[in-house]
């Protein structure tokens, strides 16, 4: 039954199976970039949004997590 249903599908023209048109669209704005910065912590560099500054240091969010507890 699949072959069938597959073969019946694959036989189909395109254009009964598709309605295919030009369209206009707006673009979205470009992404911002950061700056990357080095964890104090552990090191690794991390998008500047994705860090904080604790006690004058830069820290990344999960080595934040870990100061917290």
Do not use: Q, W
């Not at 470009?30 to 500047?48: L, P, T, W």
Request: glycine share 4%; proline share 4%.
């Amino acid at each position: 039954m699949t072959v069938e249903v597959s073969e019946e599908i694959r036989d189909i023209p395109y254009n009964k199976m598709f309605h295919i048109e030009h369209v206009e669209i707006d673009l979205p704005e470009k992404a911002k970039i950061y700056e990357s910065v080095k964890c104090s912590e552990c090191g690794e560099m991390v998008s500047e949004h994705r860090s904080r500054v604790r006690n004058g240091k830069i820290i990344c969010i999960p080595c934040l997590g870990e100061v917290n507890k």
